[in-house]
């Protein structure tokens, strides 16, 4: 509104301004020009006794200008020779009344002499100003770099927890806020405090953002939502002015919510730079400190902020009476994930077989802007088609391009590569099968997509886990080298295609020896520490903190657990290479294997599903036991 109101009196301005010039022009346009006469004509008048007054104007030039009048009081111009005589003595003898002066300063001439002396000064203050208008994106303007970036949401916002699906329990966390800011009285009159600052903590795409905006939504109050890049600029001082401001506008508009995304652009460990120092964003750091416990908690202004790195913040931060509620936003359960899809479905026109349990069960690890991203691509994936509704198979098709990429079709392999791409990823799908407690097989593709990707086995567990057991953990080894064992057994010579297999196999072996105890022969002990931040970081380095006899010791370990999975693979495909024949002869002509085509070829070469072998199994056992 003041920002209108000021390009309103400017545009007056401007337009008198214009109506003064024309004014002017329009007056001299209509007083009468003087009379021009030749220097002989000038004579000849002044001897024949017509002029009765005469003005010299002196300038700069060889020529004098001539203003004078007639006898009859008429005006008239003329020019004289600034260096003669004559002029002067015949003027003198016919008594000619003589007056001497400078030329007048015009309009243009003050123009120009203007320019000359303060055009420069100008040219540079506008310079600066531009500069100035550039660095704060245009927003504001030069004098105003210290006000707030934050924008305003329309009261009562379009987004609300019917919007939000996956995080119950950090709904029912903000509840209280949202009682709060629409009766503040019910927890004063109780002598309760309401938390000052809601700290919602979570991977990236689970939904911290939107969680927010609901909250907003179902208070109906104001909401300033501004991200922690946009407090820090290049000029000092800025982005500590910057958070006054935004908390002077909160508490204007109380009651209300203030919203920073991304705070661990401006949150981060304070002394964290190379040799300490005070620069911008810790100054800006200690303005927000000071703001959110300088409010009273009556205020109504709630604080809710957004991180996927809360490792990285500030201690005094995260302390009661600032941020005094950590809200966890994690990747959604089954039943959140179904809960997600059905939401960002509503908009989109599905086939009536669609089952949202099944397609919540395929997507494990999937956080809300994947399963969204997931719908989406299924959409423009029946587009594409020209159907009139997404069906099964456009669905299952965008959960292989958000997991490993779009196809890549054009890519062209030769018959022998094709055929190496087959017996890695049925080594894979074959280990998996007969290891017992493994995830089922879901997909075998030799397919590139992504990047890099010439082909993927895909499993999907039943259900969620949360926990990992060493056999598990091992058997995740043994299954990343299949592939390898099954180039080595059929083809007789090993590729590159392992190369990220291996790579993800020696990391969890690692793992398993230096962070989580898993080996008997250096014991329950975690190897290898993250030293102090060095830059803005925590981890960005390892500290050694054991001999070099007891590296050698992790070295010989990790290797020793990797060669049992190898030796383990190598076992399983031999026994079944028949088996693994099959598979491979399959994909080359099908390239794709689903799930139900795989099970088939087990069952058909008079093999049992895992389940069924591991209680047969357990009934030998206790055959075995009651001998």
């Not at 405090?193 to 990236?204: C, E, T």
């Not at 009536?352 to 919540?360: C, T």
Request: proline residues 4%; neutral net charge; hydrophobic residues 40%.
């Amino acid at each position: 509104m003041l920002n209108k109101n000021r390009f309103s009196m400017s545009f007056w301005i401007f337009f008198f301004l214009i109506l003064v010039f024309f004014f002017n022009l329009y007056t001299a346009t209509k007083q009468a020009e003087p009379k021009r006469l030749s220097y002989s004509e000038f004579i000849a008048s002044v001897k024949a006794g017509e002029v009765s007054e005469v003005i010299i104007v002196q300038g700069d030039s060889a020529l004098n200008e001539i203003e004078g009048l007639m006898s009859d009081r008429t005006k008239f111009l003329s020019t004289a020779p600034a260096g003669d005589d004559r002029f002067f003595e015949i003027l003198h003898d016919n008594k000619i009344k003589i007056t001497a002066r400078t030329p007048a300063m015009t309009f243009g001439k003050m123009i120009g002499t203007f320019l000359i002396y303060w055009g420069p000064i100008l040219l540079l203050i506008v310079f600066w100003i531009f500069m100035i208008n550039r660095s704060q994106g245009g927003a504001g303007g030069a004098m105003t770099f210290g006000k707030s970036k934050a924008k305003l949401a329309p009261v009562g916002g379009k987004v609300t927890f019917k919007d939000v699906a996956g995080v119950d329990e950090a709904k029912e966390e903000l509840e209280e806020i949202i009682a709060f800011l629409k009766d503040p009285k019910k927890f004063q009159k109780l002598g309760g405090k309401i938390p000052k600052g809601v700290l919602l903590l979570g991977p990236p795409g689970t939904g911290k953002t939107l969680l927010a905006r609901a909250v907003a939504g179902e208070a109906g109050a104001p909401f300033f939502s501004i991200s922690g890049s946009d407090f820090v600029e290049m000029f000092v001082g800025v982005g500590a002015a910057r958070v006054r401001d935004l908390f002077e506008q909160g508490k204007k508009s109380a009651p209300c919510i203030i919203f920073i995304d991304e705070i661990d652009a401006v949150g981060r460990y304070r002394g964290a730079g190379l040799g300490g120092g005070h620069d911008e964003r810790e100054q800006t750091l200690n303005a927000l400190l000071v703001e959110m416990d300088g409010f009273e908690t009556n205020a109504g202004v709630i604080i809710i902020a957004a991180t996927n790195r809360p490792d990285v913040l500030d201690p005094a931060l995260l302390r009661p009476g600032r941020f005094d509620r950590q809200v966890v936003v994690d990747r959604p359960d089954i039943k959140g994930r179904e809960g997600i899809l059905k939401v960002h479905s509503k908009i989109i026109k599905l086939d009536e077989n669609i089952d949202m349990q099944v397609l919540a069960r395929r997507t494990p690890g999937f956080s809300g802007a994947d399963l969204a991203n997931l719908i989406n691509e299924a959409a423009l994936l029946a587009a594409r088609r020209d159907k009139t509704a997404v069906s099964m198979d456009e669905l299952e098709e965008s959960i292989d391009r958000v997991i490993a990429g779009p196809q890549r079709k054009s890519r062209v392999m030769s018959d022998d590569e094709k055929k190496r791409v087959a017996v890695h990823e049925a080594g894979h799908a074959i280990v998996a099968k007969y290891l017992p407690g493994t995830d089922p097989v879901h997909k075998i593709s030799i397919i590139p997509r992504g990047y890099g990707a010439l082909g993927y086995t895909l499993q999907l567990p039943v259900e969620d886990r949360f926990l990992v057991t060493k056999k598990a953990m091992i058997n995740d080894i043994t299954i990343l080298l299949g592939g390898r064992s099954a180039e080595e057994l059929i083809l007789g010579e090993i590729s590159t295609g392992a190369s990220n297999d291996i790579q993800r196999a020696t990391a969890i072996a690692h793992k398993m020896v230096c962070a989580y105890g898993m080996s008997e022969e250096l014991g329950t002990l975690t190897y290898g520490r993250t030293s102090n931040e060095v830059f803005l970081g925590k981890d960005l380095m390892k500290e050694k903190d054991y001999s070099e006899e007891t590296a050698k010791k992790i070295d010989l370990e990790v290797r020793r657990i990797v060669e049992a999975a190898h030796i383990n693979a190598q076992k399983i495909l031999e026994k079944n290479e028949k088996f693994l024949n099959t598979v491979t002869a399959t994909l080359l002509e099908k390239e794709v294997i689903e799930g139900e085509d795989f099970e088939k070829l087990f069952n058909s070469h008079n093999g049992k599903p895992k389940k069924q072998k591991a209680a047969d199994d357990e009934q030998g056992k206790d055959k075995k036991s009651s001998k």
